[in-house]
C-alpha cells in the first residue's frame, strides 16, 4: 500500500534526521523558495527521478559544461596563485634592498595579505549569498588587479603592507566562489575531477609565474624589476575579470548558449547533491548550525593545515631555491618544474579518485601525503651539498596539492542549505589565514637557505594532515550510520523518505546535512 507523504511546508524543526514533511513532485513548484522556483519545478515534474535522465544526453551536457567553465575557472586560478606569488619573485628582483625591509618584514609582507583574507572572509561570503556568484567574484577580481599594480608604486613598508592587506580582502572570495559554482553545476561524484581540473592551474601558476619572472628579470626600462612584476600581474587580472563578467554564468536557469530543455537536465542532474543551489536569504539558523557542528571545525584544522606548506613555499619557494646554488634568473626558470609537478600531482590524483571504489576520498587524500611526507625529510636530513638531491625533496614536497584538492570536494559535497555551505567554506579558508600567517614566520632568514625550521613546519603539517582524513573518514561513517537510523524510524511510521517524491521534496528546499534525512555523507 503506497504510504502517504506529507507536506513539507516550512524547515524541519527536528535535527540530525528527522523530517515532519515531505510532499509529492505536482506541489514542489508551489514551494521551492528560491530563485527561478518554477524552473527548479519544472525541471523535478521533467526529470522525476535519474532514471528518466537520459545518460547519453547527459554525458553530452557535462562535456559542454566542462568547455564553458572548467577554463573560465581554471585560467582565474592561474592569475590567483601569479598574484599571490608576485612578492616571491619580487624578492628575488631586489624589493628587500630598495624598500629597506629588515628583520622579519618581509615576513610581515607575506602575513598581511592574510591579514585582509581574514578579517573579510566570512563577510564576503554572506555578501555572495545575497548577489549573482559570477558578478560579485569579477568584481573583486577586477579589484585584485587594481591594487596589485597599485603595488608597484610603494614607496615603503607601510604602504606596501596596506595594499596587501586589502588584497588580501578583495581575494578571500576567490576559493568559495570556485567551490560554490563547481557545486552548483556537477554532481558529488563530479565534483573532486572537476575542482581538480581549476586547481591543477595553481601549478601552471607557479610554471607560468617563473615564465612571467624570467621574462620580466629582462626588461631594461625606467623601473626596478620588480615594480614591473606587479604591473604586468595585475594588469593581466584586471583584463580577466571582463572576461569572467561576460562569460561566467551566474546561474544553471539563465546560463546563456544552452537550450531550456539542457538547463532543465542542469537542474535535475544536481537534486542528487540533497545541498541545494540558489537560495539568497541568509537563514540565521544555518549560521548557527554551522558555527557548532564539530564537522566545521575539522574543516578549519584541515584549512589550517594545508596551508602551513603553502604559506611557507609560495612565499619562500624562490628563496628557497637560489639558496641552493642557482642565480637569479635560473630561480626563477626552476620554479617552472615545480608547477607542473604540482599539475602531474593533481591530475594523478584525481584519476586514482576516479577509478577507486566509491567513498574512498579520504584514502586517496591520504596516500598522496606521503609522497611529500618523504619530501620534506630527505630536504632535511641530506647533506647541505645534495644540490639536486635536495631540488628533488623539494620538488616531491608538491604531492600534498592533490590531497588538498580532492579533501575540498569533502567540504562541497558534505555540507547542505547555502548559508551553512557559505559560512563552512568560508571557514575552511579562514584556517587557511591562520595557517598562511603563521607559515613565513618558520622561515627564519638566519637560517636561509636551507630554512630548516620551516621545512620542519612543513613536514609536522604534513603527518597531521595524514591523520585527519582517516578523523574524517570515521566521522562521516558514524554520520551515516545515525541518517539510516533515522530513516528506519520514520519507515516505521510509514513515512518513507527517501522515495523518489522523498528525494524530489528535499532536494531544492534550503535543508542543512543535519536537517535533511536524505543526506548521505560521502567520505
Given at each position: 500500500?503506497a504510504?502517504?507523504i506529507p507536506?513539507?511546508?516550512?524547515p524541519?524543526?527536528?535535527i540530525?534526521g528527522?523530517v515532519?514533511?515531505v510532499?509529492?513532485?505536482?506541489?514542489?513548484?508551489?514551494?521551492?523558495?528560491?530563485?527561478?522556483a518554477d524552473?527548479?519545478a519544472?525541471?523535478?515534474l521533467?526529470?522525476?527521478?535519474?532514471?528518466?535522465i537520459?545518460?547519453?544526453?547527459?554525458?553530452k551536457?557535462?562535456?559542454?559544461?566542462?568547455?564553458?567553465?572548467?577554463p573560465?575557472l581554471g585560467i582565474?586560478?592561474?592569475?590567483?596563485y601569479?598574484?599571490?606569488?608576485?612578492?616571491?619573485?619580487?624578492?628575488?628582483?631586489g624589493?628587500?634592498?630598495?624598500?629597506?625591509?629588515?628583520g622579519?618584514?618581509y615576513?610581515?609582507?607575506?602575513?598581511a595579505?592574510?591579514?585582509g583574507?581574514l578579517?573579510?572572509s566570512?563577510?564576503?561570503?554572506?555578501i555572495m549569498?545575497r548577489?549573482?556568484?559570477?558578478?560579485y567574484l569579477?568584481f573583486n577580481?577586477?579589484?585584485w588587479?587594481?591594487l596589485?599594480?597599485a603595488q608597484?608604486?610603494?614607496?615603503?613598508?607601510a604602504a606596501?603592507?596596506?595594499l596587501?592587506i586589502?588584497?588580501?580582502?578583495?581575494?578571500?572570495?576567490?576559493?568559495?566562489?570556485?567551490?560554490l559554482?563547481?557545486?552548483?553545476?556537477?554532481?558529488r561524484?563530479?565534483?573532486?575531477?572537476?575542482?581538480?581540473?581549476?586547481y591543477?592551474w595553481?601549478?601552471v601558476?607557479?610554471a607560468?609565474?617563473g615564465l612571467i619572472?624570467?621574462?620580466?628579470?629582462q626588461i631594461?626600462?625606467?623601473l626596478r624589476?620588480?615594480?614591473?612584476e606587479?604591473?604586468?600581474?595585475?594588469a593581466l587580472?584586471?583584463f580577466?575579470?571582463?572576461?569572467?563578467?561576460?562569460?561566467l554564468?551566474?546561474?544553471?536557469?539563465t546560463?546563456?548558449?544552452?537550450?531550456?530543455?539542457?538547463?532543465?537536465l542542469m537542474?535535475?542532474r544536481?537534486?542528487r547533491?540533497?545541498t541545494?543551489v540558489?537560495?539568497?536569504?541568509i537563514k540565521?539558523g544555518q549560521?548557527?548550525?554551522?558555527?557548532?557542528?564539530?564537522?566545521t571545525?575539522l574543516?578549519?584544522?584541515?584549512g589550517?593545515l594545508?596551508?602551513?606548506?603553502?604559506?611557507?613555499?609560495?612565499?619562500f619557494?624562490?628563496l628557497?631555491?637560489?639558496?641552493?646554488?642557482f642565480?637569479?634568473l635560473?630561480?626563477a626558470l626552476?620554479g617552472?618544474p615545480q608547477?607542473?609537478?604540482i599539475?602531474?600531482?593533481i591530475?594523478l590524483g584525481?584519476?586514482v579518485?576516479?577509478?577507486?571504489p566509491?567513498d574512498?576520498r579520504?584514502t586517496?587524500?591520504a596516500?598522496?601525503?606521503?609522497?611529500t611526507?618523504?619530501?620534506?625529510l630527505?630536504f632535511?636530513?641530506?647533506?647541505?651539498?645534495?644540490?639536486?638531491g635536495r631540488?628533488?625533496?623539494?620538488?616531491l614536497?608538491g604531492?600534498?596539492?592533490?590531497s588538498?584538492?580532492i579533501s575540498?570536494?569533502?567540504?562541497?559535497?558534505?555540507?547542505?542549505?547555502?548559508s551553512?555551505?557559505?559560512?563552512?567554506?568560508?571557514m575552511?579558508?579562514f584556517?587557511?589565514?591562520?595557517?598562511?600567517i603563521?607559515?613565513?614566520?618558520?622561515?627564519?632568514?638566519?637560517?636561509a637557505?636551507?630554512y630548516?625550521l620551516g621545512?620542519?613546519?612543513?613536514?609536522?603539517?604534513?603527518?597531521?594532515?595524514?591523520?585527519l582524513f582517516?578523523?574524517?573518514?570515521?566521522?562521516?561513517?558514524w554520520?551515516n550510520?545515525?541518517?539510516e537510523?533515522?530513516?528506519?524510524?520514520l519507515?516505521e511510521?510509514?513515512v518513507?523518505?527517501?522515495?523518489t517524491e522523498?528525494?524530489?521534496?528535499?532536494?531544492?528546499?534550503?535543508?542543512?546535512?543535519?536537517e535533511?534525512?536524505?543526506f548521505?555523507?560521502v567520505?
Amino acid at each position: 500500500m503506497a504510504e502517504e507523504i506529507p507536506d513539507l511546508k516550512e524547515p524541519p524543526e527536528a535535527i540530525d534526521g528527522n523530517v515532519e514533511h515531505v510532499e509529492s513532485n505536482v506541489h514542489i513548484a508551489r514551494k521551492i523558495n528560491q530563485r527561478h522556483a518554477d524552473m527548479y519545478a519544472e525541471a523535478l515534474l521533467q526529470y522525476p527521478d535519474d532514471h528518466s535522465i537520459d545518460r547519453e544526453a547527459e554525458k553530452k551536457l557535462k562535456r559542454k559544461l566542462d568547455r564553458r567553465i572548467l577554463p573560465l575557472l581554471g585560467i582565474c586560478y592561474f592569475f590567483y596563485y601569479v598574484d599571490k606569488t608576485t612578492l616571491s619573485y619580487a624578492a628575488i628582483f631586489g624589493i628587500q634592498s630598495d624598500l629597506h625591509l629588515k628583520g622579519a618584514e618581509y615576513s610581515w609582507l607575506s602575513s598581511a595579505f592574510y591579514f585582509g583574507w581574514l578579517f573579510w572572509s566570512i563577510p564576503s561570503n554572506l555578501i555572495m549569498q545575497r548577489c549573482p556568484p559570477a558578478y560579485y567574484l569579477a568584481f573583486n577580481i577586477f579589484m585584485w588587479g587594481a591594487l596589485l599594480m597599485a603595488q608597484a608604486a610603494a614607496k615603503d613598508f607601510a604602504a606596501l603592507t596596506v595594499l596587501r592587506i586589502l588584497s588580501g580582502a578583495f581575494e578571500a572570495i576567490a576559493d568559495p566562489a570556485f567551490m560554490l559554482i563547481t557545486s552548483m553545476y556537477y554532481t558529488r561524484e563530479e565534483q573532486p575531477s572537476r575542482i581538480s581540473a581549476w586547481y591543477a592551474w595553481n601549478g601552471v601558476g607557479i610554471a607560468g609565474g617563473g615564465l612571467i619572472g624570467y621574462g620580466i628579470g629582462q626588461i631594461e626600462g625606467a623601473l626596478r624589476s620588480w615594480r614591473y612584476e606587479f604591473i604586468v600581474v595585475g594588469a593581466l587580472c584586471t583584463f580577466w575579470s571582463i572576461v569572467l563578467l561576460l562569460l561566467l554564468p551566474n546561474s544553471p536557469t539563465t546560463f546563456w548558449g544552452f537550450s531550456k530543455q539542457e538547463r532543465l537536465l542542469m537542474i535535475a542532474r544536481v537534486r542528487r547533491n540533497q545541498t541545494g543551489v540558489e537560495h539568497q536569504k541568509i537563514k540565521w539558523g544555518q549560521v548557527k548550525e554551522a558555527y557548532l557542528d564539530y564537522k566545521t571545525w575539522l574543516f578549519v584544522l584541515f584549512g589550517f593545515l594545508g596551508a602551513i606548506p603553502n604559506g611557507g613555499i609560495s612565499n619562500f619557494s624562490t628563496l628557497v631555491i637560489q639558496g641552493l646554488g642557482f642565480d637569479t634568473l635560473h630561480t626563477a626558470l626552476l620554479g617552472i618544474p615545480q608547477g607542473v609537478l604540482i599539475v602531474i600531482w593533481i591530475a594523478l590524483g584525481a584519476v586514482v579518485n576516479k577509478y577507486m571504489p566509491p567513498d574512498n576520498r579520504t584514502t586517496v587524500s591520504a596516500l598522496f601525503m606521503l609522497p611529500t611526507i618523504a619530501g620534506g625529510l630527505g630536504f632535511l636530513l641530506a647533506p647541505p651539498d645534495a644540490y639536486v638531491g635536495r631540488l628533488i625533496c623539494f620538488y616531491l614536497t608538491g604531492s600534498y596539492q592533490a590531497s588538498f584538492v580532492i579533501s575540498l570536494s569533502l567540504v562541497t559535497s558534505n555540507t547542505g542549505g547555502q548559508s551553512k555551505k557559505m559560512i563552512v567554506s568560508g571557514m575552511v579558508w579562514f584556517g587557511s589565514c591562520v595557517g598562511n600567517i603563521a607559515a613565513p614566520f618558520f622561515y627564519k632568514s638566519e637560517q636561509a637557505p636551507s630554512y630548516h625550521l620551516g621545512i620542519g613546519s612543513l613536514l609536522v603539517a604534513n603527518v597531521a594532515e595524514f591523520l585527519l582524513f582517516f578523523v574524517f573518514r570515521y566521522a562521516f561513517k558514524w554520520e551515516n550510520r545515525r541518517k539510516e537510523k533515522a530513516r528506519a524510524a520514520l519507515r516505521e511510521t510509514g513515512v518513507i523518505t527517501d522515495s523518489t517524491e522523498g528525494l524530489n521534496a528535499t532536494a531544492f528546499q534550503n535543508l542543512t546535512d543535519k536537517e535533511n534525512p536524505n543526506f548521505v555523507y560521502v567520505y
